[in-house]
């Protein structure tokens, strides 16, 4: 099956700066994608670059196997919902749904119809008198309206309050199992990549660290404590991400296909935001430990 996305040795520079550098990455269609990463790491720039707001300067990116923007039946098939949720402040409801009709070959009245007033929204509503969340519910039926086969989510409810978050997912959900599309979601918020996901990237420098089911992710990642030691008596398919070590005890956050059978280490299965901070900390090292936002 042709991958939803694939980049291969992804870069884009912005003067002497790389915003993007190196990044290779497949993701397998027909997933909710969890992209998390430290800021900076290079998330808005491979989604900007996946919907082809933007054109990488060296490497490859492609979409269902095809170029980014290269053609209106390629737009068609892309969704996209920017961070700050945009949409035309002097513009009513109505006038959105409108212009997204105009623009989109495949546009579906109902549904954005449907969405609107099940929102409980007046279609009459100057989009500047929206609240937040009513604007990423907004702005979240101008992408799905075009019935897309891959929705691009760049941090959209990283601003929303937690009904307003929790509103939106639901939202979200409910196209995912109706359109059955593909979708790659950008957040800090790992409690709602939790809730709503089952694929992980991580993202951190440009470069993947990790990617893949988060249900086996987390089934192969430990927290071993025990009397302080050197990591050197582990198996040899034990892949130390962290640790730490006092006087008396070591804890070690690994990776493992396997099972960690000495009996004088302590084991607990590792949650998903410990196992992205582990990540995100092996990557950037210890004097420079990142802070990862988690909110209930």
Request: glycine residues 10%.
């Amino acid at each position: 099956m042709t991958a939803a996305l694939e980049a291969h040795s992804l870069g884009k520079r912005y003067g002497n700066k790389w915003a993007l550098a190196d990044c290779s990455l497949s993701i397998p269609a027909g997933r909710v994608v969890g992209l998390v990463g430290p800021n900076g790491a290079g998330k808005s720039t491979l989604l900007q670059l996946a919907v082809g707001l933007l054109r990488p300067d060296v490497g490859s990116i492609a979409l269902f196997g095809e170029q980014p923007g290269s053609s209106p039946e390629q737009l068609a098939r892309v969704g996209f919902v920017g961070q700050d949720t945009p949409t035309y402040g002097g513009w009513s409801i109505r006038d959105h749904l409108w212009f997204g009709a105009q623009m989109n070959p495949g546009w579906d009245q109902v549904l954005a119809e449907g969405r609107i007033a099940e929102l409980g929204l007046d279609p009459r509503q100057k989009a500047r008198q929206l609240s937040g969340g009513q604007r990423a519910q907004l702005a979240l039926t101008l992408a799905v309206a075009k019935r897309p086969e891959l929705l691009l989510l760049d941090e959209p409810v990283a601003a929303l309050d937690p009904l307003a978050r929790r509103e939106f997912l639901q939202g979200l959900m409910e196209v995912v199992a109706d359109q059955r599309a593909s979708v790659i979601l950008s957040s800090h918020l790992v409690s709602d990549l939790e809730r709503v996901c089952d694929y992980l990237v991580v993202l951190v420098d440009s470069r993947v660290r990790v990617a893949g089911e988060i249900d086996e992710l987390v089934a192969s990642h430990y927290r071993l404590s025990g009397p302080r030691r050197e990591r050197g008596g582990l198996p040899g398919n034990v892949e130390v991400l962290d640790e730490r070590h006092t006087d008396r005890q070591s804890t070690l956050v690994v990776r493992t296909d396997g099972q960690v059978l000495d009996p004088s280490w302590t084991v607990e299965q590792l949650g998903l935001e410990d196992l992205v901070l582990a990540y995100m900390t092996h990557a950037v090292g210890e004097d420079r430990r990142p802070r990862l936002e988690v909110r209930a």
